[in-house]
């Protein structure tokens, strides 16, 4: 039963981060109204800066894909890590009301990092 709801866990938060990293190309889904202005200046600089948005998304696109097979999902898990790191100082900095979303993705990342603990030992031992 853990590993079914692990499973669903990691197909929704891949999919959510899919979804991000590819609304980073095709800017599909529309900007919020109510976005506080810190986080619109933010955004338009990393904008100017034409190399960091792609590679931000081609990160989520291939972090979500990983976290979603098994065979792959503690590979995911580390890919997705430093995205995870910058979602949370942005809502901590600019918008704490997203901070809800956030503790239910790093909730599942520490999930799926303690699931697959023993691959990642053979990384740091000496």
Known sequence: MKAKILFVLCLLSGLMYIN??????????????????????????????????PLVGAIEVLGGALLIFKRTRALGALVILPILAGILLTNITMA??????????????????????????PMVKA
């Open 20 to 53: 991000a990293g590819l609304d980073k190309f095709f800017h599909y889904m529309p900007m919020p109204k109510d976005m506080p202005e810190k986080m619109v200046k933010a955004g338009m600089a990393f904008m100017e800066i034409g190399w960091l948005m």
């Open 96 to 121: 704490p009301s997203g901070l809800p979303i956030v503790a239910v993705l790093i909730a599942i990342e520490l999930w799926v990092i303690a699931d697959n603990w023993e691959k990642y030992l």
